[in-house]
């Protein structure tokens, strides 16, 4: 691996750090490469992986994709690489954290929406600029910032190109939870922390009935849920046995 994203690993939290602090993190095709390598290595670790944190490194999460590249052209490895590599994130088994500080702007929001859950400090800068710049999305906004915060919202923040904090993230929806910026990323942690003394084997099985049943009817999201079941983990019995003794 490189060092364009850092991984560290801790308890369960698997932790990817975007690491070009000097250009605010912008999102260019090596980052995605190195991004790729960890998610493949990632999807092959569902026991030492119990969830992942996306984040950014030094002054911001990121600033969005990298402007220079899209103006010189980029060398793709194959057509649609980048928005391929978000939605391999998005699918790991394993639920995935976007932790947003500073700014998330465009394609850098593009890839914080692959998370199942964003955290947000209350310094917070969501955006979609793609209107600002003569640009369409090709990422997944389009897609998924409506399932996200609704129609009407998506809509007003990608033709307005506005920039909304973590507080008005957090009240859209679009962030789950904002914390104070002097804790966040303690916050962060104790959030993953509470979320892993859950069974993993839940955890997993209940993001992918979520991925499944996403846009399904209430009658076919029932018999999807009904029979097409995970069943029960291989840590039930001794979690039961566990609470009896409480």
Same mark, same amino acid.
């Given at each position: 691996m490189g060092d364009l994203v850092l991984r560290a690993d801790d308890k369960g939290v698997t932790t990817l750090t975007i690491n070009r602090p000097d250009?605010?993190? =912008? #999102?260019?095709?090596?980052?995605?490469?190195?991004? %790729?390598?960890?998610?493949?290595?990632i999807e092959a670790s569902q026991d030492s992986v119990g969830c992942v944190v996306v984040r950014g490194?030094?002054?911001?999460?990121?600033?969005?994709?990298?402007?220079?590249?899209?103006?010189?052209?980029?060398?793709?490895?194959?057509?649609?690489?980048?928005?391929?590599?978000?939605?391999?994130?998005?699918?790991?088994?394993?639920?995935?954290?976007?932790?947003?500080?500073?700014?998330?702007?465009?394609?850098?929001?593009?890839? =914080? #929406?692959?998370?199942?859950?964003?955290?947000?400090? %209350?310094?917070a800068k969501f955006a979609d600029t793609h209107a600002k710049w003569s640009l369409t999305p090709v990422w997944g906004m389009s897609q998924r910032l409506p399932r996200r915060v609704g129609k009407?919202?998506?809509?007003?923040?990608?033709?307005?190109?506005?920039?909304?904090s973590g507080c008005q993230a957090e009240a859209m929806g679009l962030a789950n939870v904002c914390y104070p910026d002097d804790s966040f990323y303690d916050d962060v942690a104790a959030f993953c922390g509470t979320m892993l003394e859950n069974s993993w084997f839940s955890l997993r099985a209940l993001k992918k009935l979520l991925r499944e049943t996403d846009g399904l009817d209430l009658s076919a999201g029932l018999a999807h849920e009904i029979y097409k079941s995970e069943g029960v983990g291989p840590d039930m019995q001794e979690r039961i046995a566990g609470f009896g003794k409480k």
């Open positions: 250009k605010l993190n =912008a #999102l260019n095709v090596p980052v995605f490469q190195e991004l %790729e390598a960890h998610v493949a290595d490194a030094g002054r911001c999460f990121s600033a969005g994709h990298d402007l220079g590249d899209i103006a010189t052209g980029e060398k793709l490895p194959r057509p649609n690489y980048q928005p391929l590599v978000i939605e391999r994130l998005a699918n790991l088994p394993q639920p995935v954290i976007s932790a947003v500080h500073s700014h998330c702007y465009t394609g850098a929001l593009e890839l =914080a #929406l692959a998370g199942d859950i964003v955290l947000a400090s %209350e310094n009407t919202k998506a809509a007003e923040m990608m033709l307005t190109a506005q920039t909304y």
